[in-house]
Structures are given as structure tokens and as C-alpha cells.
Nanobody, 124 residues
Framework: VQLQASGGGLVQAGGSLRLSCAAS????????FGWYRQAPGKQRELVAA???????TYADSVKGRFAISRDNAKNTVSLQMNSLKPEDTAVYYC???????????????????WGQGTQVTVSS
């Protein structure tokens, strides 16, 4: 599976950006997509994930501001980021994996399929 991310850039606090990721090769095996981010000096963290049946999960820090979506026919996943904050500054990566949701709990397991990363910088 190959993942190609696009979008990102520089935006002022309160602004919006949209990230997109296109998957190719072996896409029938993909159960879910996830978006991760990694800020300088910090560990990579899961931002949002979405299953093939459009169930989604979000990190608490982005709930109500970010929205993940996917187009199964086009094998694409997008991340709409609104009300951006300086602390959202990071390199964002798309990933293919597996999302399990049981009641109010969710677990996303990343497979070793990563996009190339795209920089998001939010200025204050």
C-alpha cells in the first residue's frame, strides 16, 4: 500500500487547513485510515482515525475542531482542521491500519503503511 499525502502549510491561529491522502496498491486490505502528527521533541500521536464503515475516533485535543472523512470509491482520506491553534503545529502523517470500536472505546492499530508527512504550521 502506498500513501500520498497533500495539503498542509502555514496558517494563522483560528484558521483552517485540509489534508488529503490517496492510497494505492492493495487498498482492498485497508480497514481504516488514521492521521498522526509529530511535533518537534514529541512522540508521534494519533489525531483521528476512520473505519471503512465511516466510524471515527479523535484525540481529545482536536475533538470539535477536526473532522476526518474518507471516500471508499477513490481510496482517499481527508482531515479538515478548523480553529487551528499553535499547538497543532506538527508534521502530519496518514496511515493505513485497523480501527476497532466497542461501545465508547476505540483502538486504532497502525500498519506499517505511512504517507510522506506534510508540515502544518500555525502561527499565533
Amino acid at each position: 500500500v502506498q500513501l500520498q499525502a497533500s495539503g498542509g502549510g502555514l496558517v494563522q491561529a483560528g484558521g483552517s487547513l485540509r489534508l488529503s491522502c490517496a492510497a494505492s496498491g492493495g487498498t482492498r486490505s485497508i480497514n481504516a485510515f488514521g492521521w498522526y502528527r509529530q511535533a518537534p521533541g514529541k512522540q508521534r500521536e494519533l489525531v483521528a482515525a476512520i473505519s471503512r464503515t465511516y466510524r471515527s475516533t479523535y484525540a481529545d485535543s482536536v475533538k470539535g475542531r477536526f473532522a476526518i472523512s474518507r471516500d471508499n470509491a477513490k481510496n482517499t482520506v481527508s482531515l479538515q482542521m478548523n480553529s487551528l491553534k499553535p499547538e497543532d503545529t506538527a508534521v502530519y502523517y496518514c496511515n493505513a491500519g485497523y480501527l476497532a470500536i466497542f461501545g465508547g472505546d476505540s483502538t486504532y492499530t497502525p500498519f506499517d503503511y505511512w504517507g510522506q508527512g506534510t508540515q502544518v504550521t500555525v502561527s499565533s
